[in-house]
């Protein structure tokens, strides 16, 4: 469900309440209203699924490449797959044969990335035996407490 905001009430915080088939009240504060130095909802949620949609687009296409070529695939092979493999938040992906995975770096805070992000990490690893899993639990990793309720993958 997307929910688009058109206009702030000035008090503190909003309520909307959706219909009763979708039992849910969300309270939103406006961005006037959030503490200097934290990171607003909807902005967040909108920087944070880039790098997963980006990742998305890549994980299959890297998975057929391991799997046929019993290889994974280098920094340079990344280019074949998506060109550029950036966006407008994500500032590029690397890739670690060793441990079978690919790291999303966010843009700085002088390219538009909300400073709880900026040039910041989400490390995504591929287990033959299962699946894809997801880790900010990395050297500059995203702090964990902007990932919960805002991105798909549960990362430790």
Not at 47 to 70: C, F
Not at 78 to 97: D, E, H, Q, R, W
Request: with cysteine; net charge negative; hydrophobic share 35%.
């Amino acid at each position: 469900m997307n929910i688009t905001l058109l206009e702030l009430d000035p008090s503190p915080t909003k309520s909307i309440t959706f219909p009763s088939a979708y039992a849910a009240k969300l309270v939103i504060t406006p961005y006037n209203e959030i503490p200097p130095g934290s990171c607003g909802v909807e902005q967040l949620i909108t920087q944070l699924l880039e790098p997963y949609y980006l990742y998305e687009y890549l994980s299959d296409a890297l998975v057929v490449e391991y799997l046929e070529s019993g290889r994974w695939p280098s920094d340079n092979d990344l280019s074949k797959v998506i060109t550029p493999p950036t966006g407008t938040y994500t500032k590029g992906f690397t890739m670690n044969a060793a441990e079978l995975y690919i790291e999303a770096t966010m843009r700085s805070e002088g390219e538009g990335v909300l400073s709880c992000l900026a040039d910041k990490s989400i490390r995504f690893y591929y287990h033959p035996e299962s699946k894809w899993t997801c880790s900010v639990s990395i050297p500059n990793g995203v702090p964990s407490e902007y990932m919960k309720d805002n991105f798909p993958m549960t990362c430790d």
